[in-house]
Structures are given as C-alpha cells and as structure tokens.
Nanobody, 123 residues
Framework: QVQLVESGGGMVQSGGSLRLSCAAS????????MGWFRQAPGKQRELVAA???????KYVPSAKGRFTISRDNAKNTVYLQMNSLTPEDTAVYSC?????????????????WGQGTRVTVSS
C-alpha cells in the first residue's frame, strides 16, 4: 500500500503562485514515476505533469513554462510549483503513484492516489 497526502492548495489571485506537496508513505518513491493530475468542475481529470525516477518530465501543454514538477527522494515527496496561475487552473489537484517508470497520461495507469487538494484562482 502507498499512502499519498497532498498539501499546499488554496485560493490565490490570477498571476499568483502555489506550491503543492505530495508526501508518500508505505513505499519508497525513488524508483517509480509520479504524476500530478487535476480535475476542474465539469471536466475530466487530466495529467498536469509527471516525473520519472531518473528525472524525466512530461507536462501538459498548458502547464509548460508555468509549472515545475520535482521530487525529493530523501523526503519521499513530490512537488508541483505553479506560477502565473489563471482561473483556468482552478481544480482539485491530486498526486498519483504508478509502478514502473513510464510517463503515462492515462489516469488508469496509476495505482495509488491522494485525496486531492483544491486550488482556486480568482480573476
């Protein structure tokens, strides 16, 4: 079992920044890929960014240049730094763990999920 706990969400004005954290327990993350997903109201959940154990990274086009995913294996934690936020980024953000190291976009590829943290960006 892998337990994932997100933190760092909240309300911010357009143009602001937030840093999300995802702390894991139950398994060392260092050998596996991790992803950050988001689900906006009325929309399907989508991958925002994913990172492999060797540091390879994948971003959704809307996140490139604004968001940065990183990991601290010593702390068993993955981060998502979000800058230049817009109201379109408003969503519940969840981190996810998958066995293996491929950077896949499908949520069905991920095995464990956190409970999510809400991000609200006001205009």
């Amino acid at each position: 079992q892998v337990q994932l706990v997100e933190s760092g969400g909240g309300m911010v004005q357009s143009g602001g920044s937030l840093r999300l954290s995802c702390a894991a327990s139950g398994r060392t993350l260092s050998n596996y890929a991790m992803g950050w997903f988001r689900q906006a109201p009325g929309k399907q959940r989508e991958l925002v960014a994913a990172i492999s154990s060797d540091g390879s990274i994948k971003y959704v086009p809307s996140a490139k240049g604004r968001f940065t995913i990183s990991r601290d294996n010593a702390k068993n934690t993955v981060y998502l730094q979000m800058n230049s936020l817009t109201p379109e980024d408003t969503a519940v953000y969840s981190c996810a763990f998958k066995f293996g190291n491929l950077l896949l976009s499908a949520e069905g590829s991920y095995n464990y999920w956190g409970q999510g943290t809400r991000v609200t960006v006001s205009s």
